[in-house]
């Protein structure tokens, strides 16, 4: 049974969905490092919200981990690089939480306007500082916002209804798109210059750290109010709080702080300075649709393979999984055979879709593809981390579909280049579930691939068959299956390739007798 550990507060909904599907789920919010580190190794699923650090240590103690769900958006709490390498589907809920956090800084822009924390303190003090507290009306005011992606845009609607005029800033903003929403798409300069009151709704990055920092607080019109529900790092605090300070702003709401817990921070205590913890995803609608959405989704990824809202893998609908199944292992043999005769350095790989298999999702089949091919080339490859690894070593890689069906009703052709020039391997499935090899460079073959097999080019004479058979028989080796192609028809004489299942492993020794057997050109073990 797989079983997944719930390491933060997280509405009972999710435990509940993990229990219903028949997953095993302990529920140990509040754990430090070293706990979790000491009990990791127990999981298949990891399941967080923020408060928990998933790190290279944690990831290194996680030998069962096939899956972390973030119940939320921001996955900068996980080391997404190293899940990556160690072949771990890091997945988020990219929309459970946007309505919620889209009020929460719209409440601070009006708190802001209005000030309401600070009026509250002091009336609840027993004061009656009616004159103390004169605020601003947004109706008519100019809302910048910084990063218009689901949160953005949603911040944007809700202002819009407040009779604000929108500006948005984001490099990803397309000019017909900023119109449907009826905003106006600026430079950051501009939104700096003309905004009352500015929001932040983007990833904390290299290019966004610090966006709002001295020289943005220097461009901002005296007396404008900022508002951050996204991340901290992406405001200065330090020229914050020179700005409050200054009066060159009259105001500022953080949701979000550079360190959290932020217990302490230089701000706290500053005049029309207004704090929350991190509670922009708070509300009982939002985390229970963030719980039952990652539950869901690792279960869906444990049980049936279907990916949902990864961060390092395509999408596979449960749907979609099982129909994959059977072209996974023909996209791993295909790409395994590849790279297993491929002996100096990749360039290029071409994956050929050709026939059914065009009609499916192939993302995933090109990832597996690519694990084939690159883990006999180096350690720690797998589905997750092979199209990473491709990119990071130059290897293009091209993803060709082609509907129509060829000789076969389906296809999946790899072609590498490398220095020493191309080389291609197709298979196809037979019966819809049995992967064949059916064509290795220009000869075709019809192959079932087993663990142990032998591979040989040779010269295409008589007396070949027997000579391997003889060494292989001396060895103590038993041929399971024997496959032989040749390019074309044209007889005799040519380059002959023979791919030989054996059921014991073909160690140096044997391999180099059949090396020096007459005809022999070439013979490599291959395992799969
Ligand atoms: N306070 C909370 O509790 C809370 C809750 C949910 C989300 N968040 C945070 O809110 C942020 C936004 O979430 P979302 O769902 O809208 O994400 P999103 O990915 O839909 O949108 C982010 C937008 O930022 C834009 N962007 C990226 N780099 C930019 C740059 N340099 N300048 C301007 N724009 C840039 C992107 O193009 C994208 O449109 C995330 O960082 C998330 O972690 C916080
Ligand atoms: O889980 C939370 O409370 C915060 C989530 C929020 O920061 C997010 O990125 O979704």
Redesign the pocket.
């Known amino acids: 049974m797989v079983k997944v550990l719930i390491a933060d507060k997280m509405s009972p909904k999710a435990a509940e969905i993990f229990r219903d599907r028949g997953v095993d789920v302990d529920e140990k919010p509040g754990m430090s490092p070293d706990e979790l580190k000491a009990c990791i190794a127990e999981y298949d699923g990891l399941a967080v919200r923020s408060a928990t650090k998933v790190t290279p240590e944690i990831l290194a103690a996680a030998d069962n981990l096939k899956v972390i769900g973030r119940a939320?958006?921001?996955v900068?709490n996980i080391n997404v690089p190293e899940a990556t390498n160690r072949g771990v589907v890091v997945m988020n809920t990219?929309?459970g939480?946007?309505i919620?956090?889209a009020e929460?800084a719209i409440s601070m822009m009006m708190a802001l306007a209005r000030n309401i924390p600070a009026a509250n303190a002091s009336t609840q003090a027993g004061k009656w500082e009616k004159s103390k507290f004169m605020g601003v009306e947004v109706h008519g005011k100019v809302l910048g916002i910084?990063?218009?992606?689901?949160?953005?845009q949603i911040v944007a609607d809700r202002a819009l209804g407040l009779k604000m005029r929108v500006l948005g800033?984001?490099?990803?903003?397309s000019e017909d798109r900023a119109r449907e929403l009826g905003i106006r798409r600026v430079e950051?300069d501009e939104l700096f210059a003309k905004s009352d009151f500015i929001t932040l709704?983007?990833?904390?990055?290299d290019?966004?750290r610090g966006?709002v920092g001295k020289a943005a607080f220097d461009k901002m019109k005296p007396g404008a109010r900022l508002v951050n529900?996204?991340?901290g790092g992406l405001v200065d605090e330090a020229a914050l709080k020179e700005a409050l300070d200054s009066g060159k702003i009259a105001g500022a709401a953080l949701?979000?702080f550079a360190e959290e817990p932020a217990k302490e921070n230089a701000l706290f205590g500053t005049a029309n300075f207004v704090a929350t913890p991190?509670?922009?995803?708070?509300t009982t609608e939002a985390q229970v649709n963030v719980a039952i959405q990652v539950a869901e989704q690792m279960s869906d990824y444990l049980l049936t393979g279907g990916v949902t809202n990864a961060l390092n893998m395509p999408s596979l609908s449960a749907e979609e999984a099982p129909l994959l199944q059977p072209y996974m292992k023909l996209a791993e043999q295909v790409g395994g055979f590849a790279g297993q005769i491929t002996e100096s350095s990749l360039k290029k790989a071409r994956i050929e879709y050709e026939g059914h298999v065009a009609t499916l999702n192939t993302k995933p089949l090109t990832a597996v593809v690519l694990e084939g091919l690159l883990a006999p080339l180096m350690d720690s490859v797998n589905m997750v981390n092979a199209p990473v690894i491709a990119r990071e070593r130059d290897i293009e890689v091209a993803e060709v579909k082609h509907d129509r069906a060829g000789d076969y009703h389906t296809l999946i052709r790899l072609t590498v280049e490398t220095d020493r020039g191309e080389r291609t391997v197709s298979g196809t499935l037979f019966a819809n579930e049995a992967p064949r090899i059916v064509r290795i460079n220009d000869v075709p073959i019809e192959a079932r691939l087993s663990q142990h097999m032998l591979y040989v080019t040779n010269n295409d004479k008589p007396g070949f068959i027997g000579a391997l058979g003889s060494t292989l028989g001396e060895a103590g080796i038993n041929i399971a299956r024997f496959s032989l192609g040749r390019p074309g028809d044209d007889g005799p004489d040519g380059i002959a390739v023979a791919l030989v299942a054996v059921d014991q492993p073909v160690g140096k020794e044997v391999l180099d007798k059949i090396n020096a057997l007459t005809h022999v050109r070439q013979a490599k073990a291959l395992r799969f």
């Open positions: 939320g958006i921001g900068d990219p929309f939480n946007s919620t956090t929460h910084i990063g218009c992606g689901n949160i953005g800033y984001d490099p990803f903003l950051l709704h983007t990833p904390l990055t290019q966004t966006i529900c996204a991340r949701d979000v991190h509670l922009g995803a708070s």
